[in-house]
């Protein structure tokens, strides 16, 4: 689907097979995974998804990432992969699961694990270990500021100033919602140095102790470049995992709906006037 008018409305540009596992933007091409017929396949786009060549992919990865139009890399529960071709030839680099894995600069690569953050400078095959945090964590941020975040859980925020040498906690849902222990902080998103997001999915359903008892997904919004957050959104029926942003104040909080155990609509929530 594009919008071509910061979200407002969505038009079907190709219709797939399978289930998209994971997409990435690099200009008008895209770059995806997706599961069909109970195998992994990589996808090339163009015109933003207009039309689609898929390729046979062998393993379990789940997530794609993008360091420039060659080197392309892929990983999941068994393991880190990387082309240098742009997506024709996939190398197994590494056996590790990495929750997530980020471009530390234009030559290294920044992972999860767990709770520990590592860097890699040979495409993941070797990692050295950054920082250990209290967290389990689940995303990785660096704002225009060269701040990093980590969304991670119960609903907690980290960020740090030194390049990831170093993190505080920011931010933790359950001490706003004591029932909020599972809940995960999935994406975290600046339009700026100073304005940002981030989306926090509930696993199960939160008793907020207030009229609002069945919170399933909450966006949170700061307004100094990280240092303070607030719930800015909360969701009833949303389990967030994705923000995204136009040009001026447009920012999409995208999710899923879940009911009684079964994806029963995709959503995006957008705001047109940077969370007011």
């Known amino acids: ?133 209290t967290q389990t964590l689940y995303c990785l941020y660096r704002n225009p500021d060269g701040n990093w975040f980590a969304g991670g859980k119960n609903g907690s925020v980290l960020m740090s100033a030194d390049n990831g040498n170093s993190w505080t906690q920011k931010f933790i849902l359950t001490n706003i919602y004591p029932y909020a222990g599972l809940a995960q902080t999935q994406a975290v998103h600046f339009l700026d140095a100073n304005n940002g997001f981030a989306a926090i999915a509930c696993p199960t359903v939160v008793n907020c102790g207030d009229s609002f008892d069945e919170m399933t997904g909450c966006i949170l919004r700061t307004l100094d470049g990280g240092q303070t957050w607030t719930v800015n959104y909360r969701s009833e029926f949303i389990r967030y995992s994705r923000l995204l942003s136009a040009e001026g104040p447009n920012v999409m909080a995208l999710g899923a709906q879940y009911r009684d155990n079964y994806v029963s609509g995709i959503y995006v929530t957008l705001t047109t006037t940077l969370g007011n």
């Open 1 to 133: 689907f594009t919008s071509k008018n910061a979200g407002l409305t969505w038009s079907m540009q190709n219709s797939q097979n399978g289930y998209i596992l994971s997409s990435v933007q690099l200009g008008e091409k895209t770059y995806a995974l997706r599961n069909y017929l109970s195998n992994v396949e990589f996808g090339s786009g163009q015109q933003y998804g207009g039309s689609w060549s898929w390729y046979n992919m062998a393993g379990n990865p789940g997530k794609i990432r993008v360091m420039n139009e060659d080197t392309l890399y892929a990983f999941g529960t068994d393991g880190i992969r990387v082309s240098q071709n742009g997506g024709l030839n996939w190398t197994i680099n590494s056996t590790l699961n990495a929750t997530d894995i980020q471009n530390y600069d234009e030559n290294s690569l920044i992972g999860i694990f767990g709770n520990e953050i590592r860097v890699s400078d040979d495409l993941g095959s070797n990692w050295t270990l950054l920082s250990t945090v």
